[in-house]
C-alpha cells in the first residue's frame, strides 16, 4: 500500500509513504522521476492495512503531515516527526485531512468525529454537533420500553431507550456505556433485564450487568492450539437455550453456562 502526495507550491516535489516489511519515506524534487529515501525509522507507516496517507502544507512543501494512531507533523521535509495534537484534544486513530489554502485551517477526519484547527495546528476543536457514529451491530430486548444494544467502531458498547417521555428526543445522557474499544456484537441476557453480552476487538468477550455496574471477561480459555479471533468475532446466543451462547474462532466455541465454562464443537475450519 502506498500514501502519495504533492507540494501545491512547488509541484515537483513529491512524496511518498511506502508499505514494506520496512516501510519508508520517499521523497522526489523532479515529478517523480528520481526518489530519495528520507526516512525508515519504525513509526513511519504505522498500521498501513487501517491507514497509510501524508499530505503536503500548501505553502510550505517542507512540512508534512502524517496520519495513523496519531498525528504526526513534520517540518523538514519528513526526515523527522512530531505529535501534532495531544489525546485531550482528539480522538486518535486520524484517516482525513483538508487543508485550506492558506496552510492554516485544517479540518480533520478520526475515528471520534472531526476536530477543526485554524492556526496550523497549534489549537483544536471538536465539532461537538455532528452526530458521526459507525455500529458494528444493532440488537434489542423485549423490555418495556425496548431497549437498543449496539456497538460503535472504537467508541465502546451501548445501551438505551428505544423511545422516552421527554420532549423532541432521547439525550445522549439515557445512553449507558457497556464497554470500551472497539465495539462490537452486544446483545441483551433474555434472562436477566439490563444484563448482556459485549465484545472488543480480536474476540474479547465479556458479560455485563447494569444493575451492580460490573462486568467479566468471558474468552474462552486456550486449548494447546492458539485460537484466532476476527477483529471482529462471530458471536450468538442460543434462540431455544438462551443460557447457551456461541463464539467463533478457528473454532466454534460453546458454553452453556452464560461463558462460565466452554468446549469446543468443530474442527479447525480454516
Avoid: C
Avoid at 423511545?163 to 441476557?189: C, H, M, N
Avoid at 472488543?200 to 474468552?219: A, H, K, M
Avoid at 480459555?221 to 437455550?241: C, L, M, Q
Wanted: net charge negative; hydrophobic share 35%.
Amino acid at each position: 500500500r502506498m500514501g502519495i502526495a504533492f507540494s501545491a507550491n512547488k509541484t515537483e516535489n513529491v512524496y511518498a509513504l511506502v508499505e514494506a516489511k520496512k516501510s519508508v519515506l520517499l521523497r522526489s524534487s523532479d515529478g517523480g522521476f528520481n526518489w530519495q529515501e528520507i526516512n525508515n525509522q519504525s513509526d513511519v507507516g504505522n498500521r498501513p492495512f487501517y491507514y497509510h496517507r501524508i499530505w503536503v502544507n500548501p505553502v510550505n512543501e517542507n512540512i508534512l503531515y502524517m496520519l495513523h494512531t496519531r498525528m504526526m507533523i513534520s517540518e523538514d521535509a519528513g526526515k523527522t516527526f512530531r505529535n501534532l495534537t495531544g489525546f485531550r484534544q482528539a480522538h486518535s486513530d486520524f484517516h482525513a485531512m483538508w487543508i485550506h489554502p492558506n496552510g492554516e485551517m485544517m479540518v480533520v477526519g478520526n475515528d471520534g468525529g472531526v476536530v477543526i484547527s485554524y492556526n496550523r495546528g497549534n489549537n483544536w476543536r471538536f465539532v461537538e454537533n455532528l452526530p458521526l457514529g459507525q455500529f458494528y451491530h444493532v440488537s434489542f430486548d423485549m423490555e418495556i420500553p425496548y431497549n437498543v444494544y449496539g456497538g460503535l467502531q472504537d467508541n465502546g458498547s451501548w445501551m438505551g431507550p428505544a423511545y422516552v417521555l421527554k420532549e423532541r428526543a432521547i439525550y445522549s445522557y439515557l445512553w449507558k456505556t457497556v464497554g470500551g474499544g472497539d465495539g462490537f456484537d452486544t446483545e441483551p441476557d433474555p434472562e436477566k433485564p439490563g444484563a448482556g453480552y459485549g465484545m472488543s476487538q480480536g474476540g474479547n468477550l465479556y458479560y455485563f450487568d447494569t444493575s451492580t455496574g460490573t462486568s467479566r471477561g468471558i474468552v474462552p480459555t486456550e486449548s494447546d492450539v492458539k485460537h484466532r479471533y476476527n477483529w471482529n468475532a462471530g458471536f450468538a446466543i442460543d434462540p431455544f437455550k438462551p443460557a447457551t451462547i456461541y463464539l467463533g474462532s478457528q473454532f466454534v466455541h460453546r458454553s452453556p453456562d452464560k461463558g462460565r465454562t466452554w468446549e469446543i464443537i468443530s474442527p479447525d475450519l480454516t
